[in-house]
């Protein structure tokens, strides 16, 4: 199994990043998929996750209302929009495959994951 995420990088506060994530090696569309981030000096933490179907999504509150998880089943791929972005989203951001199909908010239910994508917000 491997997951590749893109499309971090250097942004303003207040911008924008969508992130994506390919996987290949797994039926894509039996599993739930989640994105999570770790800042420097931190401990990894929750963001987003959708269901197998895509159906169901769920956020970290501080991802509530900024950034939007969406998946393409045909692609294998994830992807993550987030928009008014702060300073304190700066981090690695990790996706990651579950174990199930329904999301789950935990490291613990998640199986696979990819390298991460470095995301900085800054002026």
């Known amino acids: 199994v491997q997951l590749q995420a893109s499309g971090g990088g250097l942004v303003q506060p207040g911008g924008s990043l969508k992130l994506t994530c390919i996987a290949s090696g797994l039926t894509f569309s039996s599993v739930s998929m989640g994105w999570f981030r770790q800042a420097s000096g931190h401990e990894r933490e929750f963001v987003a996750a959708?269901?197998?179907?895509?159906?169901?999504?769920t956020y970290s509150k501080f991802a509530q209302g900024r950034f939007a998880i969406s998946r393409d089943n045909a692609r294998s791929t994830v992807y993550l929009q987030m928009n008014s972005l702060e300073p304190e989203d700066t981090a690695v951001y990790y996706c990651?495959?579950?174990?199930?199909?329904?999301?789950?908010?935990?490291?613990?239910?998640?199986?696979?994951w990819g390298r991460g994508t470095q995301v900085t917000v800054s002026s």
């Open positions: 990651a495959s579950g174990a199930k199909g329904v999301v789950g908010v935990d490291a613990y239910e998640y199986n696979y």
């Open positions: 959708i269901s197998s179907s895509g159906l169901s999504e």
